[in-house]
C-alpha cells in the first residue's frame, strides 16, 4: 500500500529496491523506522515482522500518524472541511501555532499543510489538483495498518538504543548531509558522525539511505554500499518533461 502523505526525502521511488535489500523474512523480529517520515517503506508491506516500530522527532508529524491510528474518524470529520484553497492553507499554518488545539485538530491542520504545501515545504501553497475526499477517504485504510505499529517521537539515539537486539532491523533515512535546512527537524552537521558511531556498535542489522557524495562513502567506508539512483521529482531540465537522475546510497551492515 502507499503512504498517506508526502514528506521530504520520502522513499517512494526507491522502496522496491530498499525491500530488496532487507533479510530474508522471518530472520527478524524486530523492524524499526528510526527516521520515519511518511514511512514509505513501512506501508510497502502488509507488516514486516512481529514488532514494528515507526519514530520521527518532528512532534506534529507523529501527532498526525498517532491520530490517524487511534482516531481515524475524528479526523476524517474534522478534515470535512478541507479544500483546495489558498486562504485556507495559511489559515492552517498560523493556526497549527495556536495553545489549546486537541491533537485532532492539531493533526487536521498539518494534513492540509501536507497536502497543500509546494513539495511538502509546509509553507508555500502549491496550486494542483488533488482528490481530498480520496485522501480523506483513505485515512481508515492507513489506520488499520498501523494498528500493530508502535508510534515513537524520540531522537535517533535513543530510538536506536532502546530497540537494539540480535533480531532488530532498522532502517535508517536521515537528513541527508549538506541538505539539512531542508528539514524542520533539529539534525545539525555533526549528528552524522553521532549516528555513525551509533550504528558501528549496535547488535542488530541496518538498511541506510543516504546521497551519493565522497563525504558520506568515506564515513562508512567498509560496509556494503549499494549506488541507486531515481528521477529528482522536483526538477526538470529546461521547463521540459525530462527529469534528471539523483543518485543515492543504500548502506548496511551485513
Same mark, same amino acid.
Given at each position: ?58 512532534? +506534529? ?7 490517524? %491510528?487511534?482516531? *481515524? #474518524?475524528? !479526523? $476524517? ?53 488533488? +482528490? ?7 485515512? %481508515?485504510?492507513? *489506520? #488499520?495498518? !498501523? $494498528? ?107
Amino acid at each position: 500500500m502507499n503512504s498517506f502523505i508526502s514528506w521530504v526525502g520520502g522513499k517512494k521511488l526507491l522502496r522496491n529496491k530498499i525491500l530488496s535489500l532487507f533479510p530474508e523474512k522471518g530472520t527478524f523480529s524486530y523492524y524499526v523506522e528510526v527516521f520515519g517520515g511518511a514511512g514509505w517503506v513501512l506501508f510497502a508491506s502488509g507488516r514486516h515482522a512481529e514488532t514494528e516500530v515507526y519514530n520521527d522527532t518532528n512532534g +506534529n508529524l507523529v501527532n498526525l500518524f498517532k491520530c490517524v %491510528k487511534y482516531h *481515524s #474518524e475524528a !479526523l $476524517q470529520k474534522e478534515l470535512d472541511f478541507i479544500l483546495i484553497s489558498r486562504e485556507q492553507f495559511f489559515d492552517a499554518k498560523e493556526q497549527i501555532e495556536i495553545r489549546g488545539l486537541t491533537d485532532i485538530q492539531r493533526a487536521a491542520r498539518f494534513f492540509v499543510l501536507i497536502k497543500e504545501s509546494f513539495g511538502t515545504d509546509l509553507c508555500s501553497f502549491g496550486i494542483r489538483a488533488k +482528490n481530498v475526499k480520496k485522501a480523506k477517504d483513505y485515512l %481508515k485504510v492507513v *489506520s #488499520e495498518r !498501523l $494498528q500493530s505499529v508502535i508510534i515513537e517521537n524520540q531522537d535517533f539515539q535513543k530510538i536506536i538504543k532502546n530497540h537494539d537486539r540480535g533480531n532488530t532491523l532498522f532502517y535508517l533515512d536521515p537528513p541527508y548531509y549538506g541538505t539539512e535546512k531542508y528539514y524542520q527537524d533539529k539534525f545539525k552537521p555533526g549528528d552524522h558522525i553521532r549516528l555513525k558511531d551509533m550504528l558501528d556498535n549496535i547488535k542488530g542489522k541496518f538498511i541506510l539511505s543516504y546521497n551519493d557524495c565522497g563525504y558520506i562513502k568515506e564515513l562508512y567506508n567498509g560496509y556494503n554500499i549499494t549506488e541507486v539512483d531515481r528521477t529528482h521529482n522536483l526538477v526538470c531540465v529546461g521547463g521540459g518533461s525530462t527529469k534528471p537522475r539523483y543518485k543515492e546510497l543504500l548502506i548496511k551492515n551485513f
